[in-house]
DNA sequence: TCGATATTGTAAGTATACTGTCAATCTACC
DNA sequence: GGTAGATTGACAGTATACTTACAATATCGA
């Protein structure tokens, strides 16, 4: 039967998914920052990172798709990456309007000595769970996040986004896709 | 055995509980906008609303404590609440720092009204799973959560951040904590 | 009571995150 | 081959989220 207009309580915030997975975040994200202070990389600009090793000459809009973040944020982010040198701008000859991304030299060392950090504060979010119970939340919330990708504004193209990188070389992209 | 520097691929993305928190907490925000679109309200504003409605006459900074939010930030959220005429601020009397926060008449009309929608926007987060593995899920992430409370930057401070409050008995809180 | 300390709201600065829009450019269809 | 429609990066605008700083005020200790 339906719910007859309960009395509005706190419960009805902290007991709801949403508030919850508000919470988890600000708590993942504030880990990960403590965690990485040496670097001064935020989450976003770590995951970008990753993206542009593993796809060298990655353009901005399907950087966006592989790590499922919004275009117009990534912009700003790509910016703050190449100030700091991390990361460089190349144009492309095939088409005018793209910037093809690749990793500084600088970019690549921060990325392999960052790694240990970012794995210490990953830990440090399940810590205070069994270890039974890191795996179940794991495996839940990728399944949920996997089933709900086309619900979120930018749903997540992994590498099938990156067909058409293949096709002209932009030089030895080992397309290390199983 | 230390992992000895192993190759960086997208799965050290794709599989960090901080990246998928970070999903997740994307479409939970994409859902709860969709289904609450006809009121115009952002989750954070719902919290909010539902905090005042509980605790009629707080202020700011016990607000922050209570949902668990930034102080900083909630400025700025209460200024469009208050822009948008669902709330009111008045003085203390009792301290002239201090702004007492209340529902106007159409604050409580939307959060009235609004709940259905919320209730539905929570429901669909969650969709996908099991109804098993839903409760298995929100389980954990109360637990984790609650665990690691102080390790973020604005712990929560439910009902306890209160205890001012109820002394001069600003009128009638029900204080309907168990 | 007075001075050190703490709290409150506010503001400025940075960083996501999303909505739009726009000009430049590319593609595809006719 | 020339134009309609799509794509790309950029920009403006809104809304969290956090940091530090600050003035006004409260409080507590000596």
Redesign the interface.
Known sequence: MP?K?QP???D?????????????????????VEECSAFDLT?VQY?SL??I??HPGIDATRLSA???FDRSTLGNVIERLESKALIERKPSREDKRVKLLYLSKSGAAV??DI?PS??R??L???Q??KPA?RK???T??????D??NE????P?R??DALEHLGKQGEGALGT?VS
Do not use: C, K, W
Not at 140 to 145: D, E, I, K
């Open positions: 719910s207009s509005i309580t706190m009805a915030v902290y007991t709801a998914p949403g508030y919850l997975f508000r919470r988890m975040q600000q708590i993942a994200v504030s880990i990960f989450p995951a990753v993206a090793h593993t592989v790590i499922a990325l392999r790694m970012v794995e504060a990953q440090r979010m399940l205070p769970l119970d179940t939340l794991l839940l919330l990728t399944q949920l996040v089933l709900n619900a979120s504004r930018v997540l992994a590498e290390g």
